[in-house]
DNA sequence: TTGCTTGCAAAGGGTTTGCATAGGA
DNA sequence: TCCTATGCAAACCCTTTGCAAGCAA
């Protein structure tokens, strides 16, 4: 695959590994910027970019904004739509929507994703603290 | 609901109205000028904006981009890879989902989207040219 | 008249790119 | 040595915002 190595593309996917947090780009900056103090954004989306490209890691997008998995095999996606946390959702993927999606259109079809959303435990406890004091 | 009235206004709900095709605001906004050539970028995002506050029309997310569904019923989305074309997909949505994502998590679950990804026909067919000329 | 809505321009957030330098193989 | 990877800064795309003027109620 030609990809020579460096120490930022290393910390950078040791990062990525690090958490099931499906962290964003800024995440990852901000992360490794205290393991290498002069590491800049765009060498961080460099390798981000790369590394999905390879395929050792995926790039998902949520909400608008680009963010990276470690885990390669098929899942689906819950996000919080309070504080924007992204997590996977333990279910066994749906085999039978790309079959029955290939007989509903006349495109050739290459995969899916599902996304629920909801609000986490976290900003759930702290919804229910602030209307307490309504 | 305190919406004024606006000829902008009505002109952005027509032309997000007039297709079936989930249009980005760039879309909308070029769309726009040939009937109110002053019309700016602006206006048009504030609009399609409010209008999904109101529960007039729905945005949706896709490929990092901001699209406008006037389809208000819950249903899923199928997007060409090559071209970005985000289409309904006509299948009954999985009710399970959500409350097999409810026992998965501590989320609170509010919702949830699908997107098939494939090839539009029109893609299909820009493909298989290319590949006899190679 | 009142205050929501507009056009314009500028700013904002996330992401990408050009370029000269640094550094693996 | 050769060529990929880096840091920096600027550019890019999509979207939002501040403001004075316009216009519906």
Redesign the interface.
Same mark, same amino acid.
């Given at each position: 695959m030609s990809m020579r190595q460096s120490r930022q593309r290393d910390v950078v996917l040791e990062l990525v590994r690090s958490t099931m947090d499906h962290p964003t780009a800024n995440w990852v900056y901000r992360q490794a910027r205290r393991r290498l103090p002069r590491i800049s954004l765009a060498t961080v989306y460099r390798n981000l970019k790369r590394l999905a490209a390879e395929g050792v890691i995926r790039e998902v997008?949520s =909400?608008? %904004? =680009?963010r990276f998995d470690c885990n390669l095999g098929r899942h689906y996606h819950?996000r919080?739509?309070s504080c924007g946390r992204l997590?996977d959702?333990?279910?066994s993927v749906?085999a039978r929507?790309?079959e %029955? =999606?290939?007989r =509903?259109?006349?495109?050739?079809?290459?995969?899916?994703?599902?996304?629920?959303?909801?609000?986490?435990?976290l900003c %759930?406890s702290r919804d229910d603290a602030s209307h307490q004091n309504q």
């Open positions: 997008q =909400a608008g %904004q =680009a819950i919080c739509v997590g959702l333990p279910l749906d929507l790309e %029955q =999606a290939g =509903a259109t006349s495109y050739r079809i290459l995969g899916h994703e599902v996304e629920v959303h909801g609000l986490c435990p %759930q």
